[in-house]
């Protein structure tokens, strides 16, 4: 890897050559030495994001505001994508599935993505706060009843919680019946796995999905969003709803996973007889900021070759926001202090904004909060610096939490009838059996079921 200015070392086990691959153990084992030695080479840094993935890197916070905020020369349609129109991006890279172009809201510009993305923020804009509170507390309470029952009183935080809890929260939200909700939630698990079949089958559910609603609109958010003056097609409906569940699943299980580690693990946090600990509301704050869950992504393409801080971006080669080294960024230090933990980019900024960042941090806090609630001595089986994070450049997340508690003597018990999930979801009579019923399991406890 060439230096710059012969000033800057590359960071432990990273290949010498002319680009930094941002992908690999030794990248997931300290992404933050990889930023700092990128910072080297200015505001942006050449990297390969996969394979054979050439890409340029933006780890200053200023710069990344600067082309978050400026649609008109930094647009997201990746069918501008010089290399993979020329092809020389391989067939079978990882970085096509978070890359390539997909009809929706994140990869649209103008007014065709101002159309597509209202159409979702007025639909998620009418969840009501307490609402959502109310059902993360009753997802929560089932998930903990699961495991805190065990009678080795151990559990591992991602698998058996933060992993399902929002697929089951977002199951409620969008209204699905058990046995559509069983196949999406088999369908988004299997593409985080790499799973075969898994894009068929989460597509099939939701094409379902939507021709119930048009015959049965109810009280969510599909509903709404199928009601909108846009007057979205079914597949405008379908790929809409993918950006949510795909954008939303894995965020969520990092930021809740990473907040409740900071709260089991981090003497700032964990509350002792003498000391109350900092609040979950900080531990969040902490993660979207030091630990962004979407870590590098907010793909963009310059319409033409643009000046950036010294530096030329070429019209057409895809320029990635890492929200992880610009939320870092020493330059960024005072104003972080000034600003009070508000003007982090982990939710990004400008018109893609996330429009979920609301109901995001409301779920987060509830999860964490029930959690501590209910198991009031749970605690890390390891200590916080010996976690393992997955070694992938597009999010920051643990791959376990393992923990242990007293385990409880009777499970918890599902809240009275009427207060529970939305009416049609509530009312929908589960699926016979198969590979993941983890929704219909849940409707059955919801109903006062085994």
Known sequence: MSQHAGEHEPPPGCPAHDRTALYGPEFGADPDAHYAYLRGFGPTAPVDIAPGVPVELVTSYSTALRILQNPSTFVRDSRRWRDLNEGRIPADSPALPMMGYRPNA???????????????????????????????????????????????????????????????????????????????????????????????????????????????????????????????????????????????????????????????????????????????????????????PIANYAVHYPVHDVEVDGKVLRADDPVVISFAAANTDPAMAQDRSLTGGRAHLAFGAGPHVCPAKDPALVIAVTAIETLLNRLPDIELRIDLKDLSWVPAPWSRSLITLPVRFTPKAQPVQPPASGSGASTAARAATPAPPAKNTRWSKFLTWLNGGV
């Open 106 to 292: 994140l990869f649209s510009d103008g007014a065709a993505h101002a159309r597509l993305r209202n159409a979702v923020t007025d639909s998620l804009a009418t969840v009501d706060e307490h609402r959502l509170t109310r059902l993360v507390q009753r997802v929560a309470e089932y998930l903990i009843s699961q495991f805190s029952g065990r009678r080795i009183g151990n559990a591992d935080l991602v698998a058996d919680y933060a992993q399902q809890l929002p697929l089951l929260v977002y199951s409620d939200l969008f209204g699905c019946p058990a046995d559509i909700g069983d196949r999406i939630i088999l369908g988004i698990s299997g593409i985080f796995e790499g799973a075969d079949g898994a894009n068929e089958i989460l597509g099939g559910a939701l094409m379902e999905l939507i021709a119930l609603k048009r015959r049965q609109p109810g009280d969510d958010v599909t509903s709404r969003m199928m009601e909108h003056p846009s007057k979205l097609s079914d597949a405008e409906m379908a790929n809409q709803l993918v950006t949510l569940l795909s954008g939303g699943t894995a965020p969520m299980q990092s930021l809740i996973s990473v907040g409740a580690a900071l709260m089991l693990g981090d003497d700032r946090y964990v509350q002792t007889q003498s000391s109350a600990g900092l609040l979950v509301e900080d531990a969040v704050s902490e993660v979207l900021w030091n630990y962004a």
